[in-house]
Structure formats: structure tokens, C-alpha cells
Nanobody, 124 residues
Framework: QGPLVQSGGGSVQAGGSLGLDCAASRYTFMSFCMAWFRQTPGNEREVVAS????????YYSDSVKGRFTISRDSANYAVHLQMNNLSPEDTAMYFC?????????????????WGQGTQVTVSS
């Protein structure tokens, strides 16, 4: 199904915004749930948001609900994560993931393909 290629991220001050993009193959984009996870040193990856193909149903973790938005870019077979009102607690390595099936899951173990990771750093 091809690799997932991430772009975006970087450093911003608290209250600022950043965006992340994850480019996938057409097949992956059209067929599979895609999600964003994040990981801090010593901790397991945790789901941030997910989006299903077709209906585009979304899920957000409580920690980002109302601040982050996940969306699908059908023209580029990519998934975008818009992150607004960022706080230092959002500092982490962010990973894009594709599940291998249409329904989404909050478990990292349910995802088959992973992007290379992108650092997001929010300073106070």
C-alpha cells in the first residue's frame, strides 16, 4: 500500500497553531482508517485523532477535542491535522498511521502502517 509520508510540524509558542500532513497511496487513503498518534519520551504512543474513509467519521482524544481538527484531502490523498491553541503539553513526536481496515481504533496496536514521525514543540 506504500509508505506514509509526513510533513509539517515544528516549533511554536503556546497559543499558536501548527499543521501536520500525511500523504498516503490512493488505495490506503480510500480504504483505510487513518489516525494521528503522539509520543513523549518514556510513554506509549497515544491516539490524538482518527478519521474513517467514506463517511469521514472522526474521533478526538479528550485532551485535544475542540483544539485539533483532522480532515481528509481527497485531491492529494492526504490527511491533515490542524492544531490550534497549542500548549506545552502538546509537545511530542507525532505519527501518522493507517489501520489496514476501514473502522478506526484508539489502540496503536490496531494500526499497520506508520509515518516517519514529526516533532512538535510548544514553548511557554
Amino acid at each position: 500500500q506504500g509508505p506514509l509520508v509526513q510533513s509539517g510540524g515544528g516549533s511554536v509558542q503556546a497559543g499558536g497553531s501548527l499543521g501536520l500532513d500525511c500523504a498516503a497511496s490512493r488505495y490506503t487513503f480510500m480504504s483505510f482508517c487513518m489516525a494521528w498518534f503522539r509520543q513523549t519520551p518514556g510513554n506509549e504512543r497515544e491516539v490524538v485523532a482518527s478519521i474513517s474513509p467514506g463517511s469521514g467519521s472522526t474521533y478526538y482524544s479528550d485532551s485535544v477535542k475542540g483544539r485539533f481538527t483532522i480532515s481528509r484531502d481527497s485531491a492529494n490523498y492526504a490527511v491533515h491535522l490542524q492544531m490550534n491553541n497549542l500548549s506545552p503539553e502538546d509537545t511530542a513526536m507525532y505519527f501518522c498511521a493507517a489501520r489496514g481496515r476501514a473502522d478506526c481504533s484508539v489502540s496503536l496496536h490496531a494500526y499497520r502502517d506508520w509515518g516517519q514521525g514529526t516533532q512538535v514543540t510548544v514553548s511557554s
